[in-house]
């Protein structure tokens, strides 16, 4: 249980380590506000800035704690007066040019999911949620009880679901600073009891007990009466204001207007939100502080294996495999686990061994379990105890192990799917190009079956040479690939598998696909290792030239690029280091349509979200999505990773300059927009805004970054993943708290129509095959029209507590075919009773959980701006950058 009896610090001198310096925050433009957030409130500090400043501040703890092997240890007075960030942390620790990207991923996760507690419709009116209209005992218990789910969750190997419940908590934690009068009071710092839930909360205001005087200002600075007692503002009408209570405040509070006008909360710097403006920054910094502790406190809860997990400390990826088990895949089976074996005893120890292991096997007519573990030994136990035995006709349930493998495997990871079938199970594509994309993992397959062989094993009747489109349509969503071999050369070409590992970027190609008598062109950068060219198909001849006109052709051994080995129609070419900066050149002439992809080893890579301006509500700032939706304005917004990493450390920093879009799969150039940089150039945040023209385009597109490194020669990276402008909003919320065995949980959905008339079919499906209901099946929306439903969702008395439940929706246009159906997403977890001991049974809470369209993306709603009550300025959208304040830990509890 998370303790309740002992104070907040109950510090020892080898875990407590206070910096020696003064605790001020730093001056606004340390912070970098949301654009949007600024037109408003111009140097507010946000929730993304206290979260993603205080997860910083206890991963330099743990990293002081815990030196690195083969390394030096960190050095405190090394970051001392520095802004923190991201990149440099990994630098130092893990090493020069250590990949930040999962890390920074995953503190977005908890940033947007915190932000979006104020723009949720299940949310951001709950005022327990927001420590509003002195609730705030129940406030506490909801915080508490968010806590406590985010430990179940990570200790469940759910990592999502657990930054959704931490993003939810420290939005209610950060709040408490904002909207209460603990600063007015002269707290110094943080309450000492807020996280604890056994501790009562003391001097509260009670219902009969005024607390504010009337004042007719923007500004009210003296508007609190004169007493000790712990009291908050009410917003809005729900509930409505008691006499003489204070309001939060604002010219969005309807309650702000009535007898005592005015308000105390101190959510931003402008008084128009914020009547108590003057204190925005002792407010931030206390919630700062108080951020630390709880960061401090679930990593003293999971240990820093657990922690680390649960943010993704780590330059390293996971590692998945889905495995065909019938009789013919013996030699495929083996090739994995030599790649297992491989990749666990090279990296065992070191900062680029994989952190989660997944492993699931199919065959017909079933798939799984999946198995999946943090322990490497348990990964090789349990994937040597596989054989390929019995079956071997065609085909077999791929889709649904490979759905089940998404549904367990780390965003931004690899999952590679070892058959020599076609799927059974087609129908499934489009749902599972969709989460891929929601997961925004790469599937790779290695198919051991020609697509145009006739022989081989058994089948149940004539299969279609198109059978394994799917499998195409999958890999080209996901930003992998398929290749085809024969058993005779599994084992060498499976050898991607540990290059896929050490995190490579695709580098694009122009054209994307190989076109008779062109070249392929693409750059190559200064900050690009270990580039690798691979050509997959029915090739006679091809020659790779390098820009001072040197060229190698496709014979096999040491040229004067780089090492070449050919594995039937698979050919490899691993370039040498370093490479020629500039523009290469491959030609390819060979039967048929060859495939042609370039790797490379870079720190330098972005992440991207698209957004929707929110500018008219109490919390203005843009709300962040996958992919756009049609008829809504859409900003792009994107965070380079790995800017640290130029050649020289006095170099300038690389920049990037504009995004490209183009067509998908042939590379037709849709636009090209500039990007515009927000704030200091050392934390790599740039946004875009997207002309409606560019997002009319039917079809997938990608996106592509063009700028220039610190010496002005080009850079160019592209997104791993295609986009789409998905055509209709799907909304799905989750029920109060985790699924609990033998009960049945309401789940919510909503449907929104921004672009034009939709008839829509409704389905939906849950892994695994819970019972599901649902009074919605089919609706009709207008332009800006949205429909509501309900369902019901029923666990089973033998369902297995820890377990996770995926939820789908699936609209679908009656009168346009070829507009591929849309997905929502909705993870959910078992969790049976808890001994005493151990956490506490999860409060009644509403969870809303950002939802996914096709292709996925995060969004719940956009149609009521802003929330009834809100936090500090809500933004929903930074870098991961921070100052070194305070690091806390927890000696015992």
């Not at 065992?348 to 799984?368: A, K, Q, S």
């Not at 491959?586 to 972005?606: C, E, H, M, N, Y």
């Not at 977890?829 to 049974?841: M, N, T």
Request: charged share 15%.
């Amino acid at each position: 249980m998370l303790p309740t009896d002992k104070p907040l610090f109950h510090l020892g001198p080898s875990l407590l380590l206070l910096l020696q310096l003064q605790l001020v925050l730093p001056p606004a433009s340390a912070f970098f506000p949301n654009i949007w957030s600024l037109l408003a409130a111009p140097g507010s500090i946000t929730h993304q800035d206290l979260t993603e400043e205080a997860a910083l501040n206890v991963t330099l703890q743990l990293f002081l704690e815990q030196p690195p092997p083969g390394r030096p240890p960190l050095r405190l007075e090394d970051f001392l007066g520095r802004t923190l960030l991201a990149d440099n942390l990994f630098a130092a620790y893990f090493g020069p040019g250590s990949p930040s990207r999962r890390f920074r991923a995953a503190l977005g996760e908890v940033s947007r999911a915190n932000a979006a507690q104020d723009f949720l419709p299940t949310s951001r009116n709950d005022p327990d949620l927001h420590f509003d209209a002195e609730r705030l005992g129940q406030g506490r218990t909801r915080l508490v009880g968010a806590l406590g789910e985010t430990v179940v969750a990570a200790r469940a190997l759910d990592h999502t679901l657990a930054r959704q419940r931490l993003g939810a908590a420290l939005h209610a934690l950060q709040d408490f600073y904002s909207h209460s009068n603990w600063v007015e009071l002269g707290k110094q710092q943080p309450h000492p009891h807020l996280l604890w839930p056994r501790q009562g909360l003391q001097n509260l205001a009670q219902v009969g007990d005024p607390t504010c005087s009337d004042c007719d200002e923007w500004s009210c600075p003296g508007n609190l009466l004169g007493f000790t007692l712990l009291t908050s503002g009410y917003f809005g009408t729900h509930p409505s204001k008691p006499p003489g209570k204070c309001s939060h405040g604002g010219h969005f509070d309807q309650s702000s207007s009535q007898p005592p006008r005015g308000g105390i909360n101190k959510d931003s710097t402008s008084p128009g939100f914020s009547p108590h403006h003057m204190l925005h920054l002792q407010a931030a910094k206390l919630a700062l502080l108080a951020s630390i502790q709880a960061f401090s406190l679930l990593r003293s809860r999971l240990g820093d294996r657990g922690f680390s997990r649960l943010l993704d400390i780590t330059p390293a990826s996971s590692l998945s495999f889905v495995l065909d088990t019938t009789g013919s895949m013996g030699e495929e089976i083996n090739a994995a686990k030599i790649q297992a074996r491989h990749i666990v005893e090279q990296r065992r120890g070191g900062p680029m061994e994989p952190t989660h292991y997944v492993l699931v096997p199919f065959h017909d007519p079933g798939f799984g379990p999946v198995f999946t573990t943090s322990d490497p030994d348990s990964f090789w136990q349990q994937l040597n105890e596989i054989h390929a035995l019995g079956g071997g006709d065609e085909p077999e349930m791929c889709l649904s192990a490979l759905e089940l493998a998404l549904l367990h495997t780390p965003p931004l990871s690899d999952i590679f799917v070892f058959t020599d079938a076609s799927p059974k199970d087609a129908f499934l594509t489009n749902r599972v190009e969709s989460l891929t994309q929601e997961r925004r993992c790469r599937v790779t397959f290695l198919v051991t079956e020609d697509p145009s062989r006739v022989q081989g094993r058994p089948r149940r009747e004539v299969l279609s040479p198109l059978r394994f489109e799917p499998y195409e349509a999958v890999a080209l969503a996901s930003g992998g690939e398929v290749i085809f071999t024969k058993d005779q050369y599994i084992q060498d070409v499976a050898a991607i598998v540990g290059d896929s590992v050490a995190d490579l970027v695709t580098l694009p190609l122009e054209p994307p696909v190989v076109v008779p008598e062109r070249p392929l062109v693409f750059s190559v950068d200064g900050l690009l290792q270990r580039v690798t060219v691979r050509i997959h198909g029915e090739v006679s001849s091809f020659w790779i030239r390098n820009p001072a006109g040197v060229s190698q052709g496709q014979e096999e051994g040491e040229g004067p690029l780089g090492h070449t080995r050919r594995f039937g129609q698979f050919w490899m070419v691993n370039m040498n280091d370093p490479l020629q900066t500039g523009t290469w050149e491959i030609q390819v002439t060979a039967k048929g349509t060859p495939r042609v992809r370039v790797q490379a080893q870079t720190s330098l890579d972005f992440l991207f979200h698209f957004g929707i301006p929110m500018e008219d509500g109490p919390h203005p700032g843009l709300y962040p999505l996958t992919q756009p939706v049609a008829g809504l304005q859409t900003q792009l917004l994107v965070e380079v990773t790995g800017l640290g990493s130029r050649g020289n450390p006095g170099d300038p920093l690389p920049q990037f300059s504009h995004v490209v879009l183009r067509g998908v799969p042939h590379g037709a150039e849709l636009g090209r927009v500039p990007l515009e940089p927000m704030g200091p150039r050392e934390r790599g945040l740039l946004a875009a805004s997207l002309p409606p023209t560019l997002l009319s385009t039917a079809g997938p597109f990608s996106l592509e970054l063009i700028g220039q490194d610190g010496v002005g020669q080009g850079l160019h990276r592209a997104a791993p993943q295609p986009c789409a402008v998905v055509p209709v909003l799907l909304e799905l919320s989750g029920p109060p708290g985790f699924l609990a065995p033998g009960t049945e949980a309401p789940l919510s959905l909503r449907i929104a129509s921004f672009s034009g008339p939709q008839d829509l079919d409704l389905r939906t499906s849950v892994n695994p095959s819970f019972a599901l209901t649902s009074n919605l099946s089919r609706v009709r929306l207008e332009q800006n029209e949205s429909a509501w439903g309900c369902l019901w969702l029923k666990v089973p008395d033998t369902a297995a507590s820890d377990s996770v439940v995926m939820v789908t929706v699936t609209a679908t246009d009656r009168e346009a075919s070829t507009v591929p159906p849309t997905h929502a997403f909705l993870r959910l977890l078992v969790w049976g009773p808890a001994p005493q001991d151990q956490l506490p049974a999860p409060v009644h809470s509403t969870d809303p959980v950002l939802t996914t369209t096709s292709p996925a993306f995060h969004l719940s709603t956009l149609v009521t701006p802003g929330r009834a009550g809100g936090g500090l300025v809500g933004n929903p959208w930074w870098g991961t950058v921070g100052t070194v304040l305070l690091l806390l830990g927890l000696a015992s509890w």
